[in-house]
């Protein structure tokens, strides 16, 4: 059984999500503490949390954050607030995906059930801690990619894009394919973020001695070659 944990201090909201989610076989808790939410989390120990922006003492962003430091467990954000800047935030700090209020709660469980599946179930990359590729090692538990004795961390993002190229060498991969791989709905970035990381992915390469090895195929995606592995 997967458990959920919501962080919205809103009761009437909180218990009406909790009877909806909970009829499908999840166990919820609500959070208590909003001075403590990084403490209650770590006991609770969720497998997924919803998050609203709007809290007590500090918002919702500050609180990703701060569970960003100590898990990668998902975060899914809940709000009334649907700014572009909003979403931007989220992102930054850590959310996998963003939700406005008032939304349909069989929306609200297909996105719940597809995270799940994708970091735990059936598309999950597995129980392997490392993917080799030549003398490139991806560490999963890490974030970490190393070659030829040079290493560099990378961001949840940047190692979830990177990994996904790697499973597809030689193979062209649509951005609308990245996209679903990375956050799921393709509405809550704009349509540069996506540029960026592959940017910030192949700077990271480069630092460890892999140059060139992503390509952009214009109006069709990118492409992770292998001709620095030989």
């Known amino acids: 059984m997967y458990s959920i944990m919501l962080i919205e201090d809103d009761r009437k909201i909180t218990e009406l999500i909790k009877v909806h989610v909970e009829r499908y076989g999840y166990k919820m808790y609500l959070a208590d503490d909003f001075s403590d939410i990084k403490n209650e989390f770590a006991?609770?120990?969720?497998?997924?949390?919803?998050?609203?922006?709007?809290?007590?003492?500090?918002?919702?962003?500050?609180?990703?954050?701060?569970?960003?430091?100590?898990?990668?467990?998902?975060?899914?954000?809940?709000?009334?607030?649907?700014?572009?800047?909003?979403?931007?935030?989220?992102?930054?700090?850590?959310?996998?995906?963003?939700?406005?209020?008032?939304?349909?709660?069989?929306?609200?469980l297909a996105k719940i059930k597809g995270i799940l599946r994708r970091v735990y179930g059936s598309y999950a990359?597995?129980?392997?801690?490392?993917?080799?590729?030549?003398?490139?090692?991806?560490?999963?538990?890490?974030?970490?990619?190393?070659f030829r004795n040079k290493s560099t961390e990378m961001s949840k993002t940047e190692f979830a894009l990177l990994y996904h190229l790697v499973k597809n060498i030689n193979k062209i991969v649509s951005r609308d394919e990245l996209l679903e791989v990375l956050w799921s709905d393709t509405e809550f970035i704009d349509d540069n973020t996506l540029?960026?990381?592959?940017?910030?992915?192949?700077?990271?390469?480069?630092?460890?001695?892999?140059?060139?090895?992503?390509?952009?195929?214009?109006?069709?995606?990118?492409?992770?070659?292998?001709?620095?592995?030989k």
């Open 125 to 146: 990359s597995g129980d392997n801690e490392y993917v080799r590729l030549g003398d490139l090692v991806l560490y999963s538990d890490k974030n970490i990619i190393e």
């Open 43 to 108: 006991q609770n120990k969720p497998d997924l949390v919803l998050m609203d922006i709007n809290l007590p003492f500090f918002d919702g962003f500050y609180w990703c954050s701060a569970i960003r430091s100590i898990s990668k467990v998902p975060i899914i954000f809940i709000s009334a607030r649907d700014s572009d800047m909003d979403q931007v935030m989220a992102i930054e700090n850590g959310g996998d995906d963003f939700i406005t209020k008032p939304f349909s709660y069989d929306v609200l």
């Open 195 to 229: 540029s960026v990381n592959v940017t910030r992915v192949r700077k990271k390469l480069e630092s460890i001695g892999i140059n060139d090895a992503i390509t952009t195929k214009r109006g069709q995606g990118y492409i992770l070659t292998d001709n620095w592995t």
